[in-house]
């Protein structure tokens, strides 16, 4: 009983910590991201598409080359068409799997 009694004391003593005010030490919460810390802190851009509306082809074919944000606009939205795109493909495999077995578990019960 003594045993439980110490170690009911030392795990109280040690939960109680957690609740204990902790010295106040001033830290900047800002967050130093620019979005593209996985590839070397630059866009990855490996075709240049970005500079497509700039320079001498600029001059010869103005109103050619899409802007720099509808390009990146573009790339979010077809990211996230094809996500929801791979969730129905894989729904519909769920689904069909789980008929599937439902199938075979019949026949072999009758």
């Known amino acids: 009983m003594a045993k439980f009694s110490a170690a009911l004391i030392a795990s109280l003593i040690a939960s109680t910590s957690a609740f204990a005010p902790q010295s106040q030490t001033a830290k900047s919460t800002a967050i130093q991201?620019?979005?593209?810390?996985?590839?070397?802190?630059?866009?990855?851009?490996?075709?240049?598409?970005?500079?497509?509306?700039?320079?001498?082809?600029?001059?010869?074919?103005?109103?050619?080359?899409?802007?720099?944000?509808?390009?990146?606009?573009?790339?979010?939205?077809?990211?996230?068409?094809a996500m929801i795109a791979w969730t129905g493909v894989w729904a519909t495999h769920q689904v069909r799997r789980e008929t599937t077995h439902n199938i075979i578990i019949r026949i072999i019960c009758i």
């Open 33 to 81: 991201a620019t979005g593209f810390e996985e590839v070397g802190g630059v866009a990855f851009d490996p075709l240049n598409l970005a500079k497509l509306g700039t320079g001498e082809s600029f001059d010869t074919f103005p109103g050619v080359f899409p802007d720099i944000q509808f390009l990146q606009e573009a790339e979010i939205k077809h990211g996230r068409q």
